[in-house]
């Protein structure tokens, strides 16, 4: 596609259940990152791939996030035994290094 | 202390006239500087991308300034329209491809 697709757009889920989020960048961008928008707040760094690198993990805010990224292209951030802490926008970007990002239009995860 | 500071964190303007929003920063070593602007419940899009050598650049009626020496950047807007109201993102990119974020200008324009 022409820009960073992101699905579901919008996720309910009860506290405690598993959610998956999905990105898809845009095709040849070889860095991809995930953040976390809170209401109100900036954006919050979770994650980055970068080509064949090991990912820079340093934002998960605990071992209940996790992500990977399949093939150099799709990533899926998952979030196991949801809390209602983990409610807020989760938004994906991807770029050519050092270049312009360019953003998903976010998945709004709300934890009930 | 957030690494990337803008103020004011939020601002209503009229219609038509001018505003300015500022960002200032800490991190280094320094590689670019980016403003973007994110419409309530989208994702943010790119205005501009400063480098060290750069001192402002344009996209339509947005004008970003950056002072490298005393990290410090702005973002001018001129004869707001109504879809102008927006938050405005500053983002500097430091280091070995790290990226520090502000907490956004929220702007509203009113007729």
């Known amino acids: 596609g022409a820009g960073v697709s992101q699905s579901p757009s919008n996720k309910v889920t009860e506290k405690g259940k598993d959610v998956e989020l999905r990105c898809d960048p845009i095709?040849?961008?070889?860095?991809l990152y995930w953040y976390r928008q809170s209401l109100g707040q900036g954006l919050e760094f979770l994650i980055y791939?970068?080509?064949?690198?090991?990912?820079?993990k340093s934002g998960l805010p605990s071992d209940r996030f996790s992500a990977e990224r399949t093939g150099g292209s799709v990533s899926t951030l998952t979030i196991q035994r949801t809390q209602q802490e983990d409610s807020a926008v989760y938004l994906c970007a991807s770029s050519l290094v050092t270049a312009e990002l360019f953003f998903g239009e976010g998945s709004r995860l709300t934890v009930l | 202390k957030n690494q990337v500071e803008q103020s004011p964190q939020s601002l209503i303007i009229l219609e038509g006239k001018n505003c300015t929003l500022q960002?200032?920063?800490?991190?280094?070593?320094?590689?670019?500087l980016r403003w973007y602007k994110q419409d309530t419940g989208r994702g943010p899009v790119s205005l501009t991308i400063?480098?060290?050598?750069?001192n402002t650049k344009s996209n339509g009626r947005y004008t970003a300034t950056l002072d490298a020496d005393t990290k410090q950047s702005s973002l001018h807007i001129t004869a707001s329209q109504l879809s102008d109201s927006a938050s405005y993102i500053c983002?500097?990119?430091?280091?070995?491809?790290?990226?520090?974020f502000g907490k956004g200008n929220q702007v509203v324009v009113i007729p």
């Open positions: 983002v500097v990119s430091y280091g070995n491809n790290r990226l520090a």
């Open positions: 791939f970068q080509g064949n690198s090991a990912p820079d």
């Open positions: 095709s040849g961008h070889t860095a």
């Open positions: 960002c200032n920063y800490t991190v280094s070593p320094f590689s670019n």
């Open positions: 400063m480098t060290f050598s750069e």
